[in-house]
């Protein structure tokens, strides 16, 4: 990382991936507004960060124009992180799923270029392959969505890049598969698959996967999307913008075999939690198959370097689950 400071604006910064960023990037020095609704967002995700004079959180929503521009005041760079996750959230209610996603997308994203904010780095989705069979997933060949969500997903890269062209703000879309770890919320109808089968584990409650467990995923430890947000801010390569990179280690686990490594991880810690059974329920509308993506562009253009392999990371998430949430 350069050694000037810079301002960076983090929306959803009370989030899983947001408040990551919001702490790595204030350890590093820069100045940091952080905006955040708590939608999704938990306020004890940044609290230890608050009294840092380089911390700023607004609390306001990026579908209120007026927050959006108050957030950017300055800002060198923006991190977009802040959405409504979940593709069955998105299909039980797609309405608000496109006014956060779109609408409040295209608000940052209008406030930003008006500000004169260099670089607009957003969180963009593996959900955009949609129905496209070919594996890996390379950056430049998508199928159809297969869910709102996944609609509103590709919308953003869609105006990313006319904006880009069309206004000269350099814009970067990092397309998360599966991204897990530390802060990563385990309650709620819409929690991630990782830290839900953790606490169902530490409750000694049997865990329930969609289908036969046979569908796969990248599955992508936070300081792996950390390092590519650091590595999108700065990258000077005229390539590294106005594009896309898949965000991921680029290897792929089915549920089968995350279940039993989870299943393993715990019991070092409580024995009991290898004797609980696994339950197997429907297949969920909306999921793609498999997905494993390819992170050539990235390991090319970016320099990028994922440090944290799939078990590396279930590791470090199952210790600081335990230490925190048991």
């Given amino acids: ?29 820069h100045e940091i507004v952080c905006l955040d609704n708590f939608a999704t967002g938990h306020r004890h995700n ?44 998105s299909i039980a209610d797609p309405i608000t799923s496109n006014d956060v996603n779109v609408s409040g997308f295209l608000n940052m994203l209008s406030a930003s270029k008006e500000a004169g904010v260099k670089r607009f780095i957003y969180a963009a989705s593996s959900s955009t392959y949609g129905d496209s069979e070919s594996l890996p997933k390379v950056e430049e060949v998508i199928g159809k969505p297969l869910s709102p969500y996944a609609i509103t997903k590709y919308v953003n890269e869609l105006y990313a890049d006319i904006f880009s062209k069309t206004y000269g703000i350099e814009t970067i879309g990092l397309r998360y598969f599966n991204v897990f770890g530390r802060k990563q919320d385990p309650n709620g109808a819409y929690a991630a698959v990782i830290p839900k089968f953790v606490m169902q584990f ?61 299943q393993k991880s715990l019991a070092t810690f409580d024995p009991k939690i290898a004797e609980v059974k696994i339950i197997y329920g429907p297949n969920r509308a909306g999921d793609i198959p498999h997905s494993l993506a390819s992170i050539d562009k990235a390991k090319e253009i970016l320099g990028y370097n994922p440090k944290f392999s799939l078990q590396q990371g279930l590791n470090e998430a199952v210790k600081w689950y335990w230490e925190n949430l048991k």
């Fill in 46 to 89: 940044i609290e230890h960060l608050l009294p840092n004079n380089n911390f700023t959180l607004i609390e306001g929503d990026i579908r209120n124009y007026t927050d959006c521009q108050k957030a950017v005041i300055g800002a060198d760079y923006v991190l977009h992180q802040a959405a409504l996750g979940s593709v069955p959230r």
């Fill in 1 to 29: 990382m350069q050694s000037s400071k810079f301002k960076i604006t983090i929306t959803g910064g009370a989030g899983f991936i947001g408040s990551n960023l919001c702490e790595y990037f204030l350890e590093k020095g």
């Fill in 202 to 262: 530490m409750k000694h409650e049997s865990p329930v996967i969609n289908g036969d467990g046979n569908y796969s995923r990248d599955f992508t430890y936070i300081d792996n999307v950390i390092q590519m947000n650091e590595l999108a801010m700065t990258s000077q390569k005229t390539e590294a913008v106005n594009t896309v990179f898949n965000t991921a280690y680029g290897d792929r686990t089915t549920l089968n075999d995350l279940i039993q490594y989870l």
